[in-house]
């Protein structure tokens, strides 16, 4: 049985790597950073002696995801848990020179989450059994400045994840969406001493903490997984706010930045 993960040469994909292979599962991890890759194949093979097989290739592409398909298929791999977990992160009021960045995000987080759950979930569905996860995030149902994109592409996945799981429930396949709050990886760019005063607070937790939740419920067949307090809290504390107090914080934070 083989899990097939994207972004999985560092941060939570890496750990989703590990748990699954702790699982016994062989692994098929895509990334587009070649170093962590080769790392992450030669340390996970070695320490739980499964089948680490690689593709580096850049998901934020249109195209990508069936070059992903046929990769497996060339291969001879055959998923049973597919984990989209690569992503993006940017924090900045949109403009011309933002349309790069965009464009990436939104082919990265939207069409090849998309068509990935499409092209495995089919196999899966013929297959009679398999499990799809989603990573999503908080933002999702916590629109703000800065961000616009970002949570907007993750609010997709939390309703394109429930509609699909619906579709593919009656065939044995499972459908999660994980929507974390702030996770300690190099996705957020943190001072070491604010990073590690949040830590010692609980307001970031470690990728082991997540992807032991995440996988937990994937298995018992969870759609939406928000795991944590602040998950609950901030979005109440945000949709309770008015929104002239977002606006004064959001240039508050953007006339800082340009400082």
């Not at 298929?73 to 984990?83: M, N, W, Y």
């Not at 916590?142 to 609010?155: E, F, L, N, R, T």
């Not at 996705?187 to 830590?199: A, S």
């Not at 082991?208 to 939740?213: A, F, I, K």
Request: glycine share 10%; net charge positive.
């Amino acid at each position: 049985m083989t899990a097939l993960i994207t972004g999985g040469g560092s941060g939570i994909g890496l750990e989703y790597a590990r748990q699954l292979a702790g699982r016994g599962y062989d692994l098929a991890i895509v990334s587009n950073r070649w170093e962590e890759l080769s790392l992450a194949q030669a340390e996970l093979s070695m320490e739980f002696g499964v089948k680490v097989q690689t593709l580096y290739a850049d998901l934020a592409r249109h195209g990508a995801a069936a070059e992903v398909v046929a990769w497996c298929d060339r291969e001879g791999i055959v998923p049973i848990v597919l984990v989209n977990n690569a992503g993006m992160f940017f924090m900045e009021y949109l403009g011309e020179d933002s349309l790069g960045k965009v464009s990436a995000m939104m082919t990265l987080h939207v069409e090849t989450v998309t068509e990935l759950n499409i092209l495995f979930g089919a196999r899966m569905k013929a297959a009679g059994h398999g499990h799809i996860l989603n990573m999503a995030s908080m933002t999702a149902w916590v629109p703000a400045p800065g961000i616009a994109v970002y949570s907007a592409s993750k609010a997709y996945l939390v309703s394109f994840g429930k509609g699909l799981s619906h579709e593919l429930k009656p065939y044995g396949v499972t459908v999660t969406t994980v929507c974390p709050a702030a996770v300690d990886t190099g996705l957020y760019p943190l001072g070491e001493k604010l990073r590690t005063r949040l830590k010692r607070l609980g307001i970031i937790k470690s990728p082991e903490w997540l992807v032991r939740r995440a996988l937990k419920g994937m298995f018992h067949g969870r759609r939406v997984m928000r795991p944590g307090p602040l998950n609950r809290l901030v979005p109440a504390l945000v949709k309770l706010a008015p929104d002239t107090l977002i606006d004064h914080l959001g240039m508050k934070w953007f006339n800082r930045r340009r400082v």
